[in-house]
C-alpha cells in the first residue's frame, strides 16, 4: 500500500473515532429520515456500544427494527429504554405496537391497558386494546372497552369491524349483522355486505341477505361467496329460477363452494330435475362427506328416482352423522313401511316423535 494511501485511511479512521456521541446520533437520525436505515441502525449500534443508556438512540433503532419486521429486537430495545422511563408513553405505545404486531396478544394488551388507563380518551388505544382482548377470546372485556368507544365514536368504521363479530360471538347476531351493514354502506365496503347477508341468512332474513347480496355485487360483483349467499336466499323467498342463475355463477368462480353445490341440488330437486340435483350433491357429499343435509337430500332424490334401497341408505347414514335430527326418521319411518318392514318402520316413528319434544332435537334443517 502507497505510503499517501495509508495516510489518508489513518486519518479517516481518526475522524470517525473523534466524532462526538451527538455527532453519532444526529448522523443516525439523519440517515433514519432519509430512509438509509442500515446506516441508521449501524450508527445507532455503534452508539450504544459506548453509551448503552442512550434511550432515546434505544427507542429510534426499536422503530427502524420494527419496520423490518424484526419485532423481537425491536422489542428487546423499547424494554431497554422503558428502564427509569416508564411513563414515556410514546414509547410504551410503540412497545404495545410491536407485540401486537408479532400477534403476542396477551403482552400487547397489558401494554395497552397501562396506557388506556392513563388516558382514558385515547381511540386509537383503545381500539387496539379491544381487539387484543377479541385475539384472546375475551369478548367481554373487548365489548366493555369498544362500547363506549362505539358511543363516543359512531361512525370510526374500525371500531364497528371489531364490535361486529364479538355481538355475533356473544349471542348477539342481528346487532353484529346491522354493524356489518353499517360498515357496507358508509365504506361502500362489499365484504362487510357479504358478511352481513351470511348473517341474515342464519337469522332466517332472507329478504336482508338478498338485499345484502345485491348491494355487495354492485360494488364488487366479483367478489368470492357472494353469490352463493344470493342463490341461497331466493329459493326461500320464491324466485327458484333467479337462485340458479345466482348459484352457476356462484359455480363458474368456485366449482368447490359446497353451499352453492349443495343449494342448487337442492333446488333442482325442488324443480323435477332429479338428474341434475343428483349431480350436484353428488359433488357436495365429495366436498363435505359428513353433511348430515347433503346425504339427506340425495336420498330424497333417490326416492324420487324409485332407488328405494339407496335411499334407505342414504337417510341411514344422515341420521349416523346428526343423531339429533328428526326429520330423517320419519322419511326413514315411511319407506321401511314401503319395504314391508313395519317393525323398523315402528321405530323410527317412535325416534322422531322422541326427538320432536326434546328441546335439542331438530325438525328440519
Known amino acids: 500500500m502507497r505510503i499517501s494511501t495509508l495516510?489518508?485511511?489513518?486519518?479517516?479512521?481518526?475522524?470517525?473515532?473523534?466524532?462526538?456521541?451527538e455527532q453519532i446520533f444526529h448522523d443516525a437520525v439523519a440517515a433514519q429520515q432519509r430512509g438509509d436505515d442500515a446506516t441508521a441502525v449501524r450508527e445507532y449500534r455503534e452508539l450504544l456500544k459506548q453509551y448503552p443508556g442512550?434511550?432515546?438512540?434505544?427507542?429510534?433503532?426499536?422503530?427502524?427494527?420494527?419496520?423490518?419486521?424484526?419485532?423481537?429486537?425491536?422489542?428487546?430495545?423499547?424494554?431497554?429504554?422503558?428502564?427509569?422511563?416508564?411513563?414515556?408513553?410514546?414509547?410504551?405505545?410503540?412497545?404495545?405496537?410491536?407485540?401486537?404486531?408479532?400477534?403476542?396478544?396477551?403482552?400487547?394488551?397489558?401494554?395497552?391497558?397501562?396506557?388506556?388507563?392513563?388516558?382514558?380518551?385515547?381511540?386509537?388505544?383503545?381500539?387496539?386494546?379491544?381487539?387484543?382482548?377479541?385475539?384472546?377470546?375475551?369478548?367481554?372485556?373487548?365489548?366493555?372497552?369498544?362500547?363506549?368507544?362505539?358511543?363516543?365514536?359512531?361512525?370510526d368504521l374500525?371500531?364497528?369491524?371489531?364490535?361486529?363479530?364479538?355481538?355475533?360471538?356473544?349471542?348477539?347476531?342481528?346487532?353484529?349483522?346491522e354493524r356489518y351493514v353499517k360498515i357496507g354502506r358508509l365504506g361502500h365496503n362489499a365484504q362487510a355486505y357479504l358478511l352481513a347477508g351470511?348473517?341474515?341468512?342464519?337469522?332466517?332474513?332472507?329478504?336482508?341477505?338478498?338485499?345484502?347480496?345485491?348491494?355487495?355485487?354492485?360494488?364488487n360483483p366479483q367478489l368470492p361467496g357472494i353469490y352463493t349467499v344470493r342463490g341461497m336466499a331466493l329459493p326461500l323467498l320464491g324466485d327458484s329460477q333467479g337462485a340458479i342463475e345466482a348459484l352457476n355463477q356462484a359455480l363458474a368462480a368456485n366449482p368447490n363452494d359446497f353451499d352453492a353445490q349443495f343449494t342448487l341440488g337442492k333446488?333442482?330437486?325442488?324443480?323435477?330435475?332429479?338428474?341434475?340435483?343428483?349431480?350436484?350433491?353428488?359433488?357436495?357429499?365429495?366436498?363435505?362427506?359428513?353433511?348430515a343435509v347433503a346425504f339427506y337430500e340425495m336420498a330424497r332424490v333417490e326416492r324420487g328416482e324409485n332407488k328405494i334401497d339407496d335411499a334407505v341408505k342414504d337417510f341411514e347414514h344422515a341420521i349416523r352423522l346428526d343423531p339429533t335430527w328428526a326429520q330423517p326418521h320419519v322419511e326413514l319411518s315411511a319407506l321401511y313401511f314401503r319395504l314391508n318392514r313395519p317393525a323398523d318402520g315402528e321405530r323410527e316413528k317412535a325416534e322422531f316423535d322422541r326427538l320432536n319434544v326434546l328441546p335439542g332435537g331438530k325438525l328440519q334443517n
Open 267 to 291: 333446488v333442482l330437486r325442488t324443480a323435477g330435475d332429479l338428474p341434475g340435483a343428483r349431480r350436484h350433491l353428488a359433488r357436495a357429499i365429495q366436498l363435505k362427506p359428513d353433511s
Open 158 to 177: 374500525a371500531v364497528e369491524a371489531l364490535l361486529a363479530p364479538i355481538l355475533i360471538r356473544t349471542g348477539h347476531p342481528r346487532e353484529g349483522m
Open 54 to 155: 442512550a434511550a432515546e438512540a434505544r427507542a429510534n433503532l426499536g422503530v427502524i427494527l420494527a419496520r423490518q419486521g424484526h419485532f423481537d429486537e425491536a422489542i428487546e430495545q423499547y424494554l431497554a429504554a422503558l428502564a427509569g422511563h416508564e411513563s414515556n408513553s410514546a414509547l410504551r405505545f410503540n412497545l404495545a405496537v410491536a407485540y401486537y404486531k408479532k400477534s403476542a396478544f396477551e403482552e400487547a394488551a397489558r401494554q395497552f391497558d397501562i396506557l388506556h388507563r392513563a388516558n382514558l380518551g385515547d381511540a386509537r388505544v383503545s381500539t387496539l386494546l379491544g381487539d387484543c382482548y377479541a385475539h384472546l377470546g375475551q369478548d367481554e372485556q373487548a365489548l366493555a372497552i369498544l362500547g363506549p368507544l362505539e358511543t363516543a365514536s359512531p361512525d
Open 7 to 21: 495516510l489518508l485511511l489513518l486519518a479517516s479512521a481518526a475522524a470517525a473515532q473523534s466524532r462526538s456521541p
Open 198 to 219: 351470511q348473517t341474515a341468512l342464519k337469522l332466517s332474513l332472507y329478504e336482508d341477505a338478498r338485499d345484502d347480496a345485491d348491494a355487495a355485487i354492485k360494488l
